[in-house]
């Protein structure tokens, strides 16, 4: 019997890049995401490409009645999930706290962080009732270090960080696995997201040094989550070569 993956925010980023991996090595993946058009092309490049199941939940994590009736709708095969990938999140604007947009906030904190909790709530009891399970939430450098007109979007990192820990520890009795995979500058959508669609501002985000990329850091995803049954990686920080933390990058 296959493996099961569940990743949020599915349709494009590390989302897209890891379902990509996980089922290229023959995982059958439950794929959500917002934009469902998106979801069904991805579906049938992975169905296509590496012969799997996949099952597309369209959703917007945010939204938690429409969370709960997707994942307690899913049948009992796709309920014996192994891996839940917390990926779905996202950064909007870029103002110092004073000159922030409370609309801004509301995104950043929703999707980021109660989002997450959403899904979580739902996928951890199949875990328990199927004694197994690996959660792995993307977190980010900036969860470890404050920078300049981050506030908000740091906050939600910070708090991805502290829920991580707490569901290691609260998940010990089980057996879960409990994983925070933290990249840094990555070249995906994040950036265009962040600007609002301003693509010159996005580009420039990542001139002067080699970001990462979504397949960068997908193979590090898969490798935390086949690791023997007795090893459990906690945290996993990923930065270009270039950058040292969120306020540390050395541009040429």
């Known amino acids: 019997m296959r493996k099961i993956i569940l990743i949020t925010g599915a349709t494009s980023g590390i ?11 023959g995982y059958d993946v439950i794929i959500t995401g917002r934009r469902n058009e998106r979801l069904l092309e991805l579906s049938k490049n992975l ?29 009992d095969k796709w309920k014996k999930i192994d891996v839940l990938l917390n990926n779905a999140g996202l950064a909007v604007g870029l103002d110092k ?6 609309e801004d906030w509301d995104a950043m904190i929703d999707t980021n962080v109660k ?7 739902e996928i951890i009891p199949l875990f328990i009732e199927n004694k197994k399970g690996h959660i792995i939430n993307i977190g980010s450098t900036a969860s470890k270090t ?12 910070f708090a991805v960080d502290a829920l ?3 569901m290691r520890i609260d998940l010990l009795e ?30 420039n985000a990542y001139k002067g040094f080699k970001p990462l990329t979504a397949n960068d850091i997908a193979p590090s995803i898969y490798h935390v989550a086949n690791l023997p049954n007795n090893i459990c990686i906690n945290e996993l920080e990923i930065t270009p070569l270039a950058q040292a933390n969120s306020t540390s990058i050395f541009k040429e």
């Open 15 to 25: 989302g897209k890049a890891s379902a990509h991996i996980f089922a290229k090595n």
């Open 174 to 203: 089980f057996g879960i696995k409990v994983t925070q995979v933290s990249p840094g500058a990555t070249e995906t959508e994040f950036s265009e997201v962040r600007f609002k669609g301003n693509l010159d501002k996005a580009v």
């Open 115 to 121: 989002g997450l909790l959403y899904v979580s709530h």
């Open 146 to 157: 404050v920078y300049e007109k981050g506030n908000v979007y740091c906050a939600s990192k």
């Open 164 to 166: 991580s820990k707490a």
């Open 97 to 102: 706290i004073q000159n922030g947009k409370t």
């Open 47 to 75: 169905k296509s490409s590496y012969n799997v199941d996949v099952l597309s939940l369209c959703f917007d994590v945010k939204n938690k009645e429409k969370v709960k009736q997707s994942i307690t709708s899913l049948t």
